[in-house]
């Protein structure tokens, strides 16, 4: 695959909306730039598979894993003032939250935008100024100025996905590039190069890749996938937190320039299962990240399996 190809597909893919449960978007750009690749399937939740042609069954099976879906939110109700009450998906920090841009979908299935606002410290007493506001005080303004408005004119519905507003954009000069979902699109993307340079080989293993929903919410897509293509081998692709800035330079494993998974690199992940292998691994190199609970899709892997997926993370890292 070319670089501006790549290029190309992270950019569709990080602009898609698609937020856990609503991944339509992203799947249809993967549809777009990798069904010549192999067979596509998809099962009832939206996970999508993307099989090479060459597979033939009776050999070791490769699962190619990455996630489609990103964090962001959903309208829980609509307040009489006409803005919107609503509820995280996925792992935000509350501080995070407030300012972001982000586009709701209406019952049509466009998306509109709008801002999360808090109390304007105009407004705000002295206690309030510095503390983080609770999710259950913020609100999305879409303009709307009651709820009869919001229902009726916006045609904005109770269970709307709402996904955070940020065009992609990438600074040649500098190699550079700026947006949002990079966490696990650009996963998605290495998964469909791998393919692509995978293509014609002739291999003496099946590989199919699979891109999982859900994962921001507990990793329910590959909980299915895993056991839908069952492999002996998974090789994960996932987008792991930069730390460069905020690690002591000794601990730092993600780094910008210093070579990202997300780019040009390969992670790979011998394990059982594609979802245990996950799992594991996502326990070594971010071990106070909540988003990602240990699930019971893990409880059959054999400790020295873990054990050897978590050293050669980090030396890989
Ligand atoms: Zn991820």
């Not at 690749?37 to 099962?43: Q, V």
Request: aromatic share 4%; charged share 25%.
């Amino acid at each position: 695959m070319e670089r501006k190809a790549l290029l190309k597909l992270a950019e569709e893919l990080s602009n898609a909306r698609g937020v856990s449960g609503f991944e339509d978007e992203v799947l249809a750009v993967l549809r777009r730039h990798g069904g010549h690749l192999g067979e596509l399937s998809e099962d009832s939740l939206r996970n999508l598979y993307l099989s090479r042609r060459e597979n033939r069954g009776g050999r070791p099976v490769v699962q190619l894993d990455a996630h489609s879906d990103e964090v962001g939110f959903m309208v829980r109700a609509v307040r009489p003032n006409g803005t919107l009450a609503f509820t995280p998906l996925g792992g935000w920090m509350p501080c995070n939250i407030p300012a972001h841009r982000v586009l709701v979908q209406t019952a049509e299935g466009d998306y509109i935008p709008g801002v999360v606002a808090s109390k304007p410290p105009h407004f705000a007493g002295t206690g309030e100024r510095n503390a983080v506001p609770a999710v259950e005080d913020m609100g999305i303004d879409i303009g709307a100025s009651s709820r009869e408005e919001v229902l009726r004119d916006f045609h904005i519905r109770i269970g709307a996905p709402v996904a955070p507003d940020a065009a992609f954009q990438y600074q040649e000069g500098r190699d550079l590039m700026i947006g949002k979902a990079f966490d696990c699109r650009l996963g998605c993307a290495a998964l469909v190069q791998t393919l692509d340079l995978l293509a014609g080989k002739d291999l003496a293993v099946d590989v199919t890749g699979a891109f999982a929903v859900q994962e921001e919410m507990g990793m329910r897509g590959a909980a299915v996938t895993a056991n839908r293509v069952k492999p002996d081998v998974a090789i994960v692709f996932e987008g792991c937190p930069a730390d460069d800035t905020v690690a002591e330079p000794w601990l730092v494993q993600t780094a910008i320039h210093k070579g990202h998974l997300v780019q040009h690199k390969i992670i790979v992940i011998a394990a059982v299962r594609a979802v245990n292998a996950a799992q594991h691994r996502k326990g070594a190199v971010r071990p106070e990240a909540g988003p990602h609970p240990i699930g019971k899709v893990q409880a059959d892997v054999e400790a020295p399996v873990a054990g050897k997926a978590h050293r050669g993370d980090l030396d890989i890292l």
